[in-house]
């Protein structure tokens, strides 16, 4: 079935920038784009459906590249007890903190996980997100980890989404190896990873490297297990220290290196030469109060890729909305909306692997795209909040939300 959105102005973020057609139209033919350009020359069609656009600006569908959507409890009672006088360090000392949650998200059965889940991505896919990664990393054991990949699985199946499942079991040490670091790399590079992409749940591979999580020495023997099993690898790298766990994941040919607010320029030309994009996370950085801004103009410089993601957990960004992440992108990092825009399309899609089918309006590619009561693309990152989507279009065909929350 063809269709024809028109009456539309599209910033298609081809080739990374806006790439504006005014007076635009695109043709769908089921879940592709067919065609887009100036209405004026759209072709000729017999026997299509047509959609007014009313005017709207359209882009692609926003792309989640880094969300932990997929978690048992919360952490509000903590953040509460904290801005009462509450130290971190007491908090943890009494099994608080990423380890509460690991606790709820064992104990929580895949239904129920499934339905928190649920609810998350979709407030996010009412603000115009068509695709996200999930990562796991709250189980850190075998039967945990499955059960927040096959939750993830799940999501892409049932919901008008696409999903990218992300394994992160080198996220934290589980309580029962304290003190066992090595043991549990080794655990999760000889069993875990080993079973987990046999049963097809592990799209890539993350670590988290950094000294109160894994070493570079440890994240290397995942990224190498990884490898062998024919995975792409993610991580972590440089959020509060500098390890250069940036460089030694664009040694690995990593899709994305996230957050980066330590990283240096050496780091920076190492991603440029092997293509990793620069995963920006400004949710985790305005939630710690962070001050070290990541270096974009080294990023930039090097013509490293730039993404913008929510981060979406409960500990560090318990982000809901990828639209906010735009204007603190450009308010916390001075990226400008144009680079904030192709943070969470063209690029973002890169750091998933995607960028062949997704993340801009051009022929071949799926049809996913937003419909924005917008005037201008910039205000896309200059409203704080507010919904400023119209109409959400996934694999060719409008969400309905509506159907969806029943
Ligand atoms: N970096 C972070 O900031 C979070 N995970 C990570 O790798 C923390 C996650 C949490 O506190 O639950
Ligand atoms: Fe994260």
């Known amino acids: 079935m063809k269709t024809l959105w028109h009456h539309c102005h599209a910033a298609t973020m081809a080739g990374g920038k806006y790439s504006i057609i005014e007076d635009a139209a695109i043709l769908t033919d089921g879940a592709r784009i067919e065609w887009i350009g100036p209405s004026a020359s759209a072709p000729e069609i017999g026997d299509c459906g047509r959609v007014d656009l009313e005017g709207a600006w359209v882009t692609p569908g ?86 927040m990949l096959a939750v993830a699985r799940r999501l892409g199946d049932t919901l008008p989404l696409t999903v990218r499942a992300t394994c992160l079991a080198a996220h934290a040490l589980p309580p029962e190896y304290a003190n066992r670091a090595d043991d549990y790399i080794a655990y999760v590079c000889d069993e875990m990873l080993p079973a987990l992409v ?80 620069a995963v920006l996370l400004p949710g985790a950085f305005y939630m710690l109060r962070e001050t070290q801004v990541p270096p974009i103009d080294a990023l930039r410089r090097h013509r490293v890729p730039i993404a913008l993601a929510s981060d979406l957990n409960p500990g560090t960004s318990p982000a809901l909305s990828l639209r906010m992440m735009l204007n603190m992108g450009c308010t916390l990092f001075r990226l400008t909306p144009e680079e904030a825009l192709a943070g969470v399309t063209i690029n973002a899609a890169s750091a998933l692997g995607l960028r062949s089918t997704h993340g801009s309006l051009e022929a071949g590619k799926a049809a996913d795209f937003v419909a924005w009561r917008i005037d201008r693309p910039a205000e896309l990152s200059y409203w704080l909040g507010g919904a400023l989507q119209n109409r959400v279009v996934r694999g060719g065909a409008e969400t309905d939300f509506e159907r969806i929350a029943r």
């Open 198 to 277: 046999e049963e097809g749940l592990v799209d890539a591979v993350d670590a988290f490297c950094e000294h109160i999580a894994f070493s570079t020495q440890q994240v290397e023997r995942v990224f190498r297990c990884a490898h062998e099993l024919g995975v792409p690898v993610k991580l972590h790298a440089e959020q509060l220290s500098s390890l250069h766990g940036s460089s030694l994941a664009a040694r690995y040919r990593a899709l994305s290196a996230d957050h980066l607010e330590y990283m240096t320029e050496d780091d920076a030309i190492a991603m440029a030469q092997s293509g990793t994009v």
């Open 62 to 147: 926003l792309i989640d590249c880094h969300t932990h959507l997929v978690f048992g409890g919360d952490r509000s009672g903590e953040f509460e007890e904290r801005l009462e006088g509450v130290s971190y360090a007491q908090i943890a000392a009494r099994g608080g903190g990423i380890a509460s949650t690991v606790r709820a998200t064992r104990e929580a059965s895949e239904d129920a996980l499934f339905e928190v889940a649920k609810k998350r991505a979709v407030g996010l896919m009412r603000e115009g997100v068509t695709a996200l990664e999930v990562k796991s990393g709250y189980g850190l054991d075998l039967a945990s980890e499955r059960k």
